[in-house]
Nanobody, 124 residues
Framework: QLQLVESGGGLVQPGGSLRLSCAAS????????IAWFRQAPGKEREGVSC????????EYKESAKGRFTISRDNAKNMVYLQMHSLKPEDTAVYYC?????????????????WGQGTQVTVSA
């Protein structure tokens, strides 16, 4: 059973940066599309970014474009979300999720495996 663990969250001032990490265990990330989601208090969970099995396809929520970068290191079984120019509205619990795609080098619409989340707080 694939297990995902996020790390790297914390408190940062507006305009600051954080890099979130998603570590996989219990299996390899080969063949899995990975996405980052977030959920703010009182709001629905929303997709932030996703990356295909080879990294050849990446997608971003409009508000994340130009500020966030998703990447993966299949050899290390890791996925990252580098976040710059953080804003208070980026405050949320961030989750990584995985969906098996086989050979399809695209993001998925649905995800089967989820981490427990890491808190990101952007505040002065």
């Amino acid at each position: 059973q694939l297990q995902l663990v996020e790390s790297g969250g914390g408190l940062v001032q507006p305009g600051g940066s954080l890099r979130l990490s998603c570590a996989a265990s219990g299996g390899t990330l080969d063949g899995y599309a990975i996405a980052w989601f977030r959920q703010a208090p009182g709001k629905e969970r929303e997709g932030v970014s996703c990356i295909s099995i080879t990294g050849g396809t990446t997608e971003y929520k409009e508000s994340a474009k130009g500020r966030f970068t998703i990447s993966r290191d299949n050899a290390k079984n890791m996925v990252y979300l580098q976040m710059h120019s953080l804003k208070p509205e980026d405050t949320a619990v961030y989750y990584c999720a995985a969906a098996f795609q086989g050979d399809y080098d695209v993001c998925s619409k649905e995800y089967d495996y989820w981490g427990q989340g890491t808190q990101v707080t952007v505040s002065a």
